[in-house]
């Protein structure tokens, strides 16, 4: 079966991240913002791209080094079992047919404080559902993921997302600025907690490749 298109191309997912990246480096614990990542980008494809998609939390595991054969995990293994609760969990973004995991660019930041030594590269995650490994031992190659879906804690999430006017006054400020690939951002100022404002401008580091 052949795989299916990609929804964005890897200049269009980088202004994607770009733009979250940029709004929320001044206001955010940056490299644990799966949440607004995730919301925020759902909101961006759905809205400005025109692509349904659905902000997703749980579990994930991504194999990132074949050489020294490691994965980085979010969540939490109970009994073996890799899960996620409200202290322990990720967020991503899912299509009908793909996830897409707007944080992967800065995931070397996420894990450095969890003690992980090695370096992850800059790399855009946008896989096919159906290469979701059916087991964690299937995990052989750069690139190999998999995700468990928590519906209670993605509902309970989204809820407090919505509730919190910080978040949303961002998310806004991300819709409002977003342009697609290659047009140009229009100029956009915020506010810092001082009361004064500053122009945006677009920050974050590079992307080169993808999972």
């Not at 992980?116 to 995990?139: A, C, E, T, W």
């Not at 100022?189 to 999972?211: F, R, V």
Request: glycine share 6%; hydrophobic share 40%.
């Amino acid at each position: 079966m052949p795989i299916a298109k990609l929804p964005l191309t890897l200049p269009e997912y980088e202004r994607v991240f770009r733009v979250i990246y940029s709004v929320i480096d001044d206001h955010a614990n940056t490299p644990h913002a799966c949440m607004f990542f995730s919301f925020v980008g759902a909101l961006i494809l759905e809205q400005k791209l025109k692509i349904k998609a659905t902000p997703i939390a749980g579990a994930s595991v991504l194999y990132v080094d074949a050489i020294s054969n490691n994965a980085i995990t979010f969540g939490e293994f109970t009994d073996g079992v890799l899960t996620s609760h409200r202290e322990a969990f990720h967020c991503w973004v899912q299509t009908k047919d793909f996830a897409i995991d707007f944080m992967a660019p800065i995931f070397n930041e996420s894990v450095q404080s969890r003690g992980y030594q090695g370096v992850i590269p800059r790399k855009m995650f946008q896989r096919p559902l159906d290469h979701i490994v059916d087991s964690l031992s299937d995990l052989q190659k750069p690139g190999d993921f998999a995700l468990s879906p928590n519906p209670d804690l993605t509902k309970e999430l989204l809820g407090k997302f919505m509730d919190s006017p910080a978040s949303t006054d961002l998310a806004n400020v991300c819709l409002t600025w977003f342009t697609k690939y290659p047009r140009l951002l229009p100029p956009l100022s915020m506010m810092n907690d001082l009361g004064e404002t500053y122009p945006l401008t677009l920050k974050g580091p590079s992307i080169s490749g993808a999972w």
